[in-house]
Each structure stands twice: as structure tokens, then as C-alpha cells.
């Protein structure tokens, strides 16, 4: 991208994208349209690309324009969030934060956040809530969490998502199973799928994704167990019942417990999960919100920098509307 974007050319451009005219644009902005259309078209030449399609109805992204608008929202929010922290002195931000987590991730990521948001801001209240991915979905659709963790980007229109990372998926055992030769670090999908397994029920996203990276190969997974309780499968797994296909957070807090797991990556298939930190719309996202959101972040980005949850940070990646995740778990 030559040249360097100036914060108010994402912001008129962003706006332009929503008003679908420069017309409308120009009077939520209060900028004369000729001069929005000059700072469009400066723009446009940073790019090096048509960010715009114009018609007698209006003006609608491109596919670039629609990748440009995603980051740029996400760049803007960031902006005002930052702004907003900083005005405020850390010992004063007082609130109760609701916090919805799946189960692996609050095993991945649950006492990092809560030590973080006790040590930096003590003024604030963590109500973390832990259950299914659906649930936790309804939840804050329904506006009793302000920030949660979803595994699709397919929430509610009303409601700010950004991606947060792309967990790897392992077949885990404990360390001393004979299921898999001790020397494997590795197995293909197809020596996995004649393992016993333990999984989530079929109408769990999980499941869905586990079950189409099998047919995708012509391949059906030996399933002896299915549970959607995440301590109860684990707890199978340890007893030797049978392997399961979990992230590393399923294991992460096992290991103060003294149980061991072996967490084989496969070696032909591409399973990963991608996460989702959903929030409230901005304008009912308290700053407490927004801090407890960033903290949980770094929270994120430092367990996998640390190589302790194996993954894929996405800070500042965007999801066009047309590749959306469709699966949730």
C-alpha cells in the first residue's frame, strides 16, 4: 500500500461505505461533498485500487473497499478505546464487567485475565461466565454480557466482533497411552481416525468440524463416546476410554493437577478454530468494557507468544462479510 492513511480519511471513508452515498455522507460529516470526494480519491491512490463502485442508487466497497472498511473500523474502535483508557486513571475505572467464556477457553485464558484485571484495575468487577458456546451466544445477544469468546463471527449485527485468534486442534492422550507409539509427535488423519474417540455431541461445532475434515478425506471417525461436558471428556481420556480432538486449553490447567497429556498435531489436515471477541455496541460498552476486552487480548497474544496455547493471534485481522465462519461451538 504506498503512501500513508491519515485517521480522517478511514473515517470518511468508513462513513461514505455506511451512508452508501457521498451525499448522506457529507451531511453525517459535515464536510462539503467536493471535498469528501478529493479525500476519497487520495485515498484511493494510496491504495492503488478501486475502493468504491458507483451507480445512479448510490455507492457501494468493492472488494477491496470491504476489506479496507473492516480494518478500518477495527483500527477506529481500537483509537477510541485507547483515547478512552487514557483519560481515565486506572484506580478510578470502578463497574461490574460480565465476562462470557466457552470452557477450553477459560482454561486457556481465565485466571491470566483475572490476575490481570485484579493486579492493573481493582476498581473493577470481573463476573466471568463460563458455559456452551451457544449459550453464552444467547447471552449477549440478549445483553446480559458485555464481552464474550465465540467460535463463529455470525453473532448479531448489532453487536462489535473482532477476530482474536485461530487455535490449533490437537488429538490429545494421556502421556502414557499406548494408543499412539510414544515416539509419534504427529498422526495423519487417517491413524487418528481409527483411535477410539471420545467427542462433543454431533450438533456441537466442534463436532461439525472434526466430523467434516474426516469426510473430506472419505474417512469416519471411530466414535465410542460422545459428551459435551468438557471435565467429564477429559476425564474419560485420562482414563484411557478413548483419544479426543480438543485445542490446548482443554489441557492447559490440567497439568497443576498432576495429569499429563500428549498433544499430537495432525500432520495432514489443516485443524484449526478460529475465536471471535465479541462486545456490545459502542455506545453501551462502558470503558471498564473496553479494558477488560483489551486485557484479555494480551491475556491471548502472551499465552501463544509464550507458546503455551498453541495458536494464531489476530490482532488487527478482519473478516470480510462473504467469508464469515459459519460454525459455532
Known sequence: MAGIMDIPQLRYFVQIVESGSLSKASKQLYVAQPALSQQLAKLEAKVGKSLLTRSSKGVKPTDNGLALYYHAKYMLRQLEQTM????????????????????????????????????KYPGILLNVVEGMSGHIGQMIRFGQLDIAVQFSSDIAPELIVEPLMDEELFVIIPKNSKLVAKEKESITIAEAAVLPMILPTSGHGLRQRISTAFLNRGLTPNVVAEIDSLSLLMNCVSDGIGATIKPMGAVMQDTVHGRKWRCLAVSDVRLRRANFICMLPQERLSAASSIVATELRYAVQNLISENKWRGFANPTLSVPLETKEKVSS
Open 84 to 119: 478512552s483508557i487514557a483519560r481515565n486513571d486506572a484506580g478510578a475505572l470502578q463497574g461490574m464487567v460480565s465476562v462470557g467464556l466457552p470452557a477450553t477457553t477459560v482454561a486457556a485464558v481465565g485466571l491470566a485475565l483475572v490476575k490481570s484485571i485484579r493486579a
